[in-house]
């Protein structure tokens, strides 16, 4: 029995995937704690917190601890993460070592706080990758490849792209509008044009349901209940396909001219690479419907939606913990940039 446990972590805005070498993902859970604001105790984390939001009594909360990719309170991610590594599906050992996934562009001040973190969670070891070159692995990209590939990465809190070769990033991009904001957007919309309240989880139902970034062949509604403004009473409405499209269509031009940007700022070579290979989108964001078909009408490269997009991030990091030797040089770039930890 090996005393070493090597993980590789994606902590997203949304969930927390945790892939435990040569086993898969042993964790997906919400990256939601739940504590009681008297005590400031921890009551609940993943799943079990998620169930407990917008339905706790008033001495108890349940907030996201990342907040925009970013780590957002620092304490309550920490146990959130130190108990998602007590799962009963991950092994006990005396050291763990751990691939994190972190978004691009970051300060120093957030790395540091990245690797704080995972460390004082229990980590002996902490390598940080960049999300877009984890999600280009997790997608089967070869990114040691002199060729480059685009990758898109939707998530909840954040977009991020970026052009990967040659295992590395030659430039990207991070905007704040993802999967939430559709949600929020959704939320906006139903309250101004439908004068009905409504909470999160029917704001995902909606984009989930019956949400589209492009006409789609069949048309779809939704029933949704909420809080009528006016009376204050519940009602019941239908939401159509068309509605939402037009309550997107904001957020999605913001992505879509980041992207353009993106292409315009790549060196040419690299273009023709892209132009070659297409683009690779991935996220719970690259799940609404018609996204990849108005990316590709926009920017006009062909758009591939990859096989499994929620996980790709979490599998790339999970190839990763799998093989490190391989991987070296992609932790070592962190490692350059005085990052990475290569004390043992
Ligand atoms: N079928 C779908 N259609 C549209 N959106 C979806 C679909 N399935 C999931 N989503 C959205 O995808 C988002 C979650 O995606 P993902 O798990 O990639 O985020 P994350 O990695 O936790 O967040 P981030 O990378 O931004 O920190 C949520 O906003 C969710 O509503
Ligand atoms: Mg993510």
Redesign the pocket.
Known sequence: MTLKKIVGI?L????TRVYLRRAGIVVDEP?IVAFNNRTNRIIAVGLEAKRMMSRTPTHITAIRS?VH?IVGDFDMAREMLQKLLQNKNLPWSWMTEVALSVPTNLTEVERKSFEDLVREAGAGQVYLVE?PLLAALGSGLDIYQPTAYLVV?I????T?MAVVSMNGIVISKRLKI???H??NEIIRAVRDEMKLHIGEPTA?EI??GV?SAIPQEERLEIMVRGRDVASGLPRELTVKDVQVRTWLVRSLKLILESVRDLVEETPPELVGDVHKNGIYIC???S??RGIDELLEREIGVEVKVVED??HC?ARGAGMIADDMKTYQPILNTFSSLGIGDESE
Request: aromatic share 4%; glycine share 28%.
């Open positions: 994606d997203g805005t949304d969930s990256s990342i990719g999300q990465d998530g909840a809190g954040t991020d993802a999967g939430n559709f949600n995902e984009k989930i949400g996220g719970g964001g799940l609404l997009p929620l991030v």
